[in-house]
């Protein structure tokens, strides 16, 4: 336990020391690694030569059975580098988040603690890597890239490579090249970089020095990760809740409008037929079932309505339900009449 704590604070050191080493300096302690990249499409195969951050192109080769690895790496054999699986825009993934500025220093680790709540994928199944995109200092958040690469479809791609005679892939990159991507438990290695081996004696000598104060700040460290988080969850579950909310009240909305196109209310009718009915005409009753509208009284000439309903459209499929009949009384004409009420049409 003490032996992997010693480890885990030398890695801890190394990485923070030469982090905080100008420009200038950081050459002297570490050296890039050239790669011989690998991207695979259909039935073909890209080969890339990348040293100090330029890129040659090696050459386009065909998966039949004339390719030989052996043949196109044979000038590359003699010096030390790395090889990759460099993977194209359709075998990774980007996403975009939005982080409080307290997480600028570790994001990489933050979000390591938040694949599987930011991305479909679970922890131990995706290669990623996290880099700043935006950092808005007068709002105090920035917006990182966030790429991702299954488990299944990286191990695909490196058996096909196997297949191919490759030997073992080093390092997993996107973005031709130029971001490279790990899993949760490997974000504490740099598999790019190889020391230099004599200024290691004076970076151990700092190393020893400094391992008196490092568990206070690393403490420091994580209960401001552990804020951040506390923030960001609190905020998802707010946004969340109001998202939930105005899901139910649009889900609301639309059921009512959808239910009174289906059924008109009774006091839309009502203005409808007063509207379109004459004067000398009287309603005794009126049904409303659904969208049929059923209509009983006496008018001066009820023979007519037919045509004054038919004219109107708010109203359609008007037809006599029974003969009409003449009142003695006031020498009127009984009528009733049913009709197929059209739906409001909204802009």
Do not use: C
């Not at 000038?75 to 988040?97: I, N």
């Not at 000598?205 to 460290?221: E, H, T, W």
């Not at 939930?244 to 839309?268: G, H, S, T, V």
């Not at 009126?286 to 007519?304: D, F």
């Amino acid at each position: 336990m003490a032996l992997t704590t010693f480890k885990a604070a030398l890695i801890w050191w190394k990485s923070n020391l030469y982090a905080g080493l100008p420009p200038i300096l950081r050459g002297l302690f570490q050296t890039h690694l050239p790669r011989l990249a690998f991207s695979l499409g259909e039935q073909q195969l890209a080969v890339h030569w990348l040293k100090d951050g330029k890129q040659q192109v090696v050459g386009n080769f065909r998966l039949d059975k004339h390719f030989n690895f052996q043949t196109i790496s044979k000038k590359y054999t003699r010096r030390p580098h790395h090889l990759e699986l460099m993977l194209s825009d359709k075998q990774a993934l980007l996403l975009q988040h939005t982080f409080p500025e307290a997480v600028l220093d570790n994001l990489k680790q933050v979000v390591s603690y938040q694949i599987d709540r930011l991305t479909p994928f679970q922890t131990d199944a995706v290669y990623f890597n996290a880099q700043v995109a935006q950092h808005d200092k007068a709002r105090k958040e920035l917006k990182a890239d966030i790429y991702l690469a299954p488990t299944v479809v990286v191990d695909k791609l490196v058996q096909q490579l196997a297949s191919l005679g490759i030997p073992t892939i080093q390092r997993i990159s996107a973005k031709q090249g130029a971001i490279t991507l790990s899993k949760v438990q490997d974000i504490a290695l740099d598999k790019q970089l190889g020391w230099s081996k004599w200024p290691l004696y004076i970076f151990g000598v700092a190393l020893i020095a400094s391992l008196l104060f490092p568990l206070l700040y690393k403490q420091r460290r994580l209960e401001q990760i552990d804020a951040a988080l506390a923030t960001v969850k609190s905020a998802s579950a707010q946004q969340l809740d109001v998202r939930d909310k105005l899901m139910a009240a649009d889900e609301a909305l639309r059921f009512l409008q959808e239910r009174r196109k289906a059924a008109p209310l009774m006091l839309e009718v009502v203005e409808r037929l007063s509207a379109v009915l004459p004067s000398d005409t009287w309603l005794e009753r009126m049904e409303v079932n659904g969208t049929t509208v059923q209509i009983r009284g006496e008018s001066s000439a009820a023979l007519s309505l037919i045509d004054t309903l038919e004219a109107s459209p708010s109203f359609a499929k008007v037809s006599f339900k029974s003969p009409v009949t003449r009142n003695a009384a006031n020498g009127k004409d009984k009528f009733h009449i049913e009709a197929q009420v059209e739906p409001v049409i909204t802009p």
